[in-house]
């Protein structure tokens, strides 16, 4: 099943400011919600977005239950050389998840 | 708030009904805020493509007693089910009943592939459904109403007439008559299904239209249809073939 | 007139022992615990975000930092806060000199009417905020009896 979307231009200038944007599928359940029996839902969210650039970490970011379900993120980061660009998400319950681009830089 | 608006509405009670005319047409996509449509218009933004990506793995997956897969008998998806979504629910002559494109999905399911039918709003049926959708995207909306369908059109055209629940409401009342004014701080469309199944913020999830109408029928207090009800398929049927002409969105995002 | 949500809102807060706000000052703890007590003056920070939100449950939201983003002179991390909602942290990131711009965007829950905070941390260790004040709609028609 389809877990995360990614967008990552494929080729790009040595030092040009390039835009990243990803959507992972994730219900992103608050802990807040009761059951119509007036339970408690448990929380169950993604805690941490890390992208790296062929390895080195470009952006983090920390997730809260007000992130809204399936997550958007869009950021930028230097294009500063070829090689993999790749998103990993962890969260409640072992919940873990990755994709990753290719980027052609001269 | 939503009481004054109910008052109004009593006051001007549904007498004639009138359809939006063709050219004053507007999709739910015009009532919407720019970060919504934004959502909609990239799909790189939009939720509802992480289905679609699922819906194009199953058109491809072998399954059931046939092991055969969607693409086995109707190849590439992007050719053959070109104009598909735009046309549903149509009329089965063979089989005597109106089907909608859930149906259909799961009809080749079961009878071609051997497989057992997807449940109603599972994630498989959503996302084949979303899948399926997205290559009308940009066509206009086609319901064929042969003679023997005519009075399953009517039938859907008088629900959508029809006062019900306990707020004693139609579907036309809002619809037809106050869309484009406010309900609870929100523009009330015109209820044209042209990007169905949708990404609804409401759900927080893709959904169908069926599901959108069991919204529907609670919001007036009424006892929604079961999932696949004839009284649904009739329904959508008029309501699709009231927005024939309009383009077809899927996946679509809404509030 | 009372509207039907501050009715609603009145009558849960007498009835659900569970708050499903925040208390007050926990946002001004969650800031306190980032910056220390230093002042967070408003500048440099641009929180985009509808005035008027039609789903509280899924809003667009976004962050710029005027920043040069160089090694010397860049911003560590955005930090954006609900003070109404449960919890008053609603997301961080975390950037650095190879972002090339501060500015992200995201999709937030909103649970009420409030003024969302942005705060920045640049690199020299001062802060800079910005605020957005915020009016949520109900959706029609649900799946609940509302």
Redesign the interface.
């Given at each position: 099943m389809a877990r995360a979307i990614v967008k990552v231009p494929a080729r790009a200038r040595r030092g040009e400011i390039i835009e990243l944007r990803a959507i992972v599928a994730h219900v992103m359940e608050t802990g807040f919600r009761r059951t119509e029996t007036g339970a408690l839902v448990p929380r169950d969210i993604i805690r941490q977005m890390v992208c790296r650039y062929n390895g080195v970490e470009v952006f983090r970011a920390d997730f809260h239950p007000a992130v809204a379900a399936n997550p958007l993120i869009v950021f930028t980061t230097l294009a500063t050389e070829s090689g993999r660009i790749e998103f990993r998400w962890t969260g409640d319950n072992g919940f873990a998840a990755a994709e990753s681009a290719q980027i052609t830089v001269e | 708030m939503i009481l004054r608006a109910l008052v109004l509405l009593l006051v001007l009670c549904a007498a004639a009904r009138a359809e939006p005319p063709p050219a004053g047409r507007r999709s739910g996509y015009e009532f919407m805020g720019p970060g919504t449509r934004a959502m909609q218009d990239d799909d790189a933004s939009n939720p509802a493509m992480l289905w679609v990506l699922d819906g194009e793995a199953l058109w491809r997956a072998r399954a059931g007693a046939s092991g055969k897969a969607c693409a086995d008998c109707h190849g590439d998806a992007a050719t053959s089910m070109k104009g598909v979504a735009a046309r549903y629910p149509a009329y089965d002559s063979a089989r005597k009943a109106l089907i909608d494109l859930d149906q259909r999905v799961n009809l080749c399911r079961t009878a071609q592939q051997n497989a057992p039918a997807f449940e109603p709003e599972s994630r498989e049926l959503l996302a084949l459904s979303a899948f399926i959708g997205r290559q009308s995207r940009g066509m206009p909306i086609d319901i064929a109403v042969p003679g023997e369908a005519q009075p399953l059109l009517e039938a859907g055209r008088a629900a959508f007439g029809r006062r019900q629940g306990q707020l004693n409401l139609a579907c036309t009342q809002c619809h037809d008559r106050l869309a484009g004014e406010k309900l609870a701080g929100n523009p009330i469309p015109q209820a044209h299904p042209t990007g169905y199944p949708i990404y609804r913020l409401e759900w927080q999830g893709l959904g169908s239209l069926q599901r959108r109408l069991r919204n529907c029928m609670i919001g007036v207090r009424a006892e929604p249809y079961a999932y696949g009800a004839p009284e649904f398929v009739e329904l959508e049927y008029y309501l699709m073939w009231r927005a024939r002409g309009m383009k077809v969105e899927t996946p679509a995002v809404r509030p | 007139m009372i509207?039907?949500r501050a009715f609603l809102a009145a009558a849960a807060a007498a009835a659900a022992p569970a708050a499903?706000q925040a208390t007050p000052g926990a946002m001004s703890e969650a800031i306190r615990a980032l910056t220390g007590g230093a002042p967070a003056p408003r500048g440099r920070v641009k929180l985009d975000v509808?005035e008027?939100i039609?789903?509280g449950?899924?809003?667009?939201l976004?962050v710029t930092v005027e920043s040069p983003m160089t090694e010397i002179d860049h911003v560590r991390a955005i930090h954006v806060f609900?003070p109404l909602?449960?919890?008053p942290?609603?997301?961080?990131?975390?950037?650095?000199?190879?972002?090339?711009?501060a500015?992200?965007?995201?999709?937030?829950?909103?649970a009420d009417s409030q003024t969302l905070v942005a705060l920045a941390q640049l690199s020299d260790g001062s802060f800079w905020s910005d605020q957005v004040s915020v009016?949520v709609?109900?959706?029609?028609?649900?799946?609940?009896?509302k």
């Open positions: - | - | 509207t039907r499903l509808p008027l039609e789903n449950n899924s809003v667009v976004g609900a909602n449960p919890l942290n609603m997301i961080s990131v975390y950037l650095g000199p190879r972002a090339g711009r500015r992200f965007t995201t999709r937030v829950r909103v009016v709609t109900l959706a029609a028609c649900t799946e609940e009896v």
